[in-house]
């Protein structure tokens, strides 16, 4: 199933925050955005969930409109993770996962295979050992894992997702993207926003980069993830290495110069 | 399940009239159309079967309308706090209620004031609705801040229809304003308990939904919830509910935020058993306070207000000082 945006923007009153985008994602894509804060990504993923309608262009889910789409066929065709979820009730982690599930229910899946599902998508987040805890009081990058949980026992053909690592450790981080890329390898279309530029290189198979809401390059990683195009859309000078054997991408920003004069005077 | 038979029992039993349980049962059972050999006499039935089951069926379809709104409104709004006053319904109650006492004109008899109240509520809840929403949506915070800002007009029209109000007219209002089931009669059971059933049913199946809305709007929306409907249905049967409780029992306060934020403590939050339990233990509540309000001071009687507030007030105190304490503060 392809998700496809068609030159769209997304306006709030004089500010542009997406603009002419067009961002495509296929069946067995691991597609990464990144950019700098404020770029659009977040605008672009709002939109790509149907959250947001586009004040210009369309995005079109499987060939048609997602606005002709309604929520529940929606919830079997997609699955989102958003930056960040807060609950206000004490839903236990399993409870919180299984909800997971509830586009299906009442639609011939038996218990058993919502369970199996429940089962797998904790396994793969690392939270088997959380399935009782109350959601609330997790810490940052258990709730993430947590949703991220809830998402893949959604177990749609496209999954989005708003910055799945951010809150989390090294090992977490990796193991997640693993999952993700896993998810692309068998046949689902993926798109995620990453802040991390060395994980994108690591495991994307698409890299879109955008700047000021616009497209500055796509493509892949080898492609996008240059010197050139990221000193320019960061706006700060960052170098691109090839390191080991076989040969990956290592992206490492150049140190500021040291801001002198900030802070207390006289 | 228990408290509220018991409940209901220590009601039929308790009174003036001594009447014993086992006629109790006797009475019931004859006006069922089952003969037993239970004896009574023709005064305790018509105590019992004119009097004291009425009042607490009322007491009792109140009860459940208030716990089951509060506990919808506080799913729909994913805001623990949020009580049955806050989409406006009481207020514009009472409102209505207040206008027409001051006005002193019953154009519907009896009627006149459940008629009046129940509009008033209504289409105070409407209002904060209408204007909260915006190219199709609605945010809860604009929701909520809308309530308060009418809520303070429709007070302040309370305020300024009591500064014309005869004595007499005042004592009528702050008795109507105090709730009661007292009033109770079979001719006015009947349609509180259909307005009341009307609207309770159907809030049992928002559950499951009410849970995926906790999760956040967003992600409600994601797992398929159409959460402007939802948001829209919840609290057009809240307002039913809550409007059916208040035009017959007047203001009655804290069953609605109490009753469900008890039951949340004990069962957890899930709102499928959360909503069907809310129905039960309101429903308990409000025939105890009943019981209450008509037996300490007896053979006068308390406003039922005034015990639910009394035991609802420090009760909420007691749970904001246990939530600080469990989260070091507020947000």
């Known amino acids: 199933m392809k998700l496809e945006a068609r030159a769209v923007s997304y306006r709030v009153g004089p500010f542009e925050l997406v603009r002419r985008a067009d961002v495509m994602v296929e069946p067995g894509e691991f597609v990464a955005v990144v950019g700098a804060n404020g770029a659009g990504k977040s605008t672009l993923v709002r939109l790509l969930a149907g959250d947001l309608r586009p004040t210009e262009g369309t995005v079109l889910l499987a060939g048609k409109p997602l606005d002709r789409y309604r929520a529940p066929e929606l919830a079997r065709m997609r699955s989102v993770l958003p930056q960040q979820s807060r609950i206000e009730f004490s839903f236990t982690v399993r409870q919180v996962v299984e909800m997971g599930r509830s586009p299906y229910l009442g639609r011939g899946t038996t218990p058993g295979e919502h369970e199996a599902a429940v089962a797998r998508a904790m396994a793969a987040a690392d939270i088997e050992r959380l399935a009782g805890r109350a959601y609330p009081g997790l810490s940052g990058g258990e709730q993430a894992r947590t949703c991220l949980a809830r998402v893949l026992a959604q177990d749609t053909p496209v999954v989005l997702l708003d910055e799945p690592t951010a809150a989390l450790d090294i090992r977490h981080q990796h193991r997640v993207l693993s999952v993700v890329r896993g998810l692309a390898e068998r046949g689902k279309a993926v798109l995620a926003v990453l802040h991390d530029l060395n994980l994108a290189a690591a495991y994307a198979t698409r890299v879109v980069a955008l700047h000021r809401g616009a497209v500055a390059a796509a493509g892949p990683p080898a492609e996008v993830l240059t010197a050139e195009v990221l000193s320019r859309i960061y706006e700060h000078p960052v170098d691109v290495l090839r390191v080991g054997e076989p040969p990956r991408l290592v992206v490492a920003p150049r140190p500021g110069a040291v801001t002198a004069g900030f802070g207390p005077s006289g | 399940m228990l408290l509220l038979g018991g409940a209901v029992l220590l009601n039929l039993v308790i009174g003036a009239v001594r009447v014993p349980p086992a006629a109790v049962l006797g009475i019931l059972l004859d006006h069922g159309g089952v003969s037993t ?69 019953s154009p519907l008899g009896q009627w006149s004031i459940p008629a009046a109240a129940f509009a008033g509520g209504l289409v105070l809840t409407l209002m904060v609705y209408a204007l909260s929403r915006r190219d199709g949506r609605t945010e809860v915070v604009t929701l909520v801040l809308t309530g308060v800002a009418l809520n ?41 308990v259909l307005a009341a059933v009307v609207a309770i049913v159907p809030l049992m199946r928002y559950g499951h939904r009410l849970n995926l809305l906790a999760l956040g709007e967003r992600e409600a929306y994601h797992l398929g919830v ?12 809240a307002a039913l509910a809550t409007a059916a409780a208040v035009s017959f029992a007047g203001v009655i306060g804290f069953v609605g935020l109490v009753v469900p934020h008890m039951l949340r403590l004990m069962l957890g939050p899930d709102h499928r058993t959360l909503l069907p339990a809310s129905a039960l233990l309101g429903a308990a509540v409000l025939a105890m306070a009943d019981l209450l309000a008509r037996t300490i001071v007896a053979p006068a009687e308390m406003p039922l207000g005034v015990v639910t507030a009394l035991a609802g007030g420090p009760y909420f105190l007691w749970l904001i000082h246990r939530t600080r304490r469990a989260q070091g503060g507020w947000g």
């Not at chain 2, 304003?177 to 349609?191: E, F």
């Not at chain 2, 159409?226 to 049967?237: N, S, Y």
Request: with cysteine; glycine share 14%.
């Open chain 2, 37 to 105: 050999g239970l004896e009574f006499t023709r005064q305790q039935e018509a105590v019992v079967w004119n009097i004291r089951v009425p009042r607490v069926l009322l007491a009792l379809v109140v009860g459940a309308g208030l716990g089951t709104a509060g506990c919808a409104l506080q799913g729909v709004f994913r805001n623990p706090l949020a009580d049955p006053g806050i989409i406006g319904v009481s207020s514009g109650a009472a409102l209505g209620a207040v206008g027409l006492i001051i006005l002193g004109v």
């Open chain 2, 226 to 237: 159409d959460t402007e409907q939802l948001r829209l249905q919840v609290i057009a049967l």
């Open chain 2, 152 to 192: 303070a007009i429709a007070g302040g029209l309370i305020g300024f229809a009591l500064f014309y109000a005869t004595d007499a007219q005042l004592r009528n209002v702050v008795f109507w304003q105090l709730g009661s089931v007292g009033g109770a009669t079979w001719p006015n059971v009947r349609p509180a």
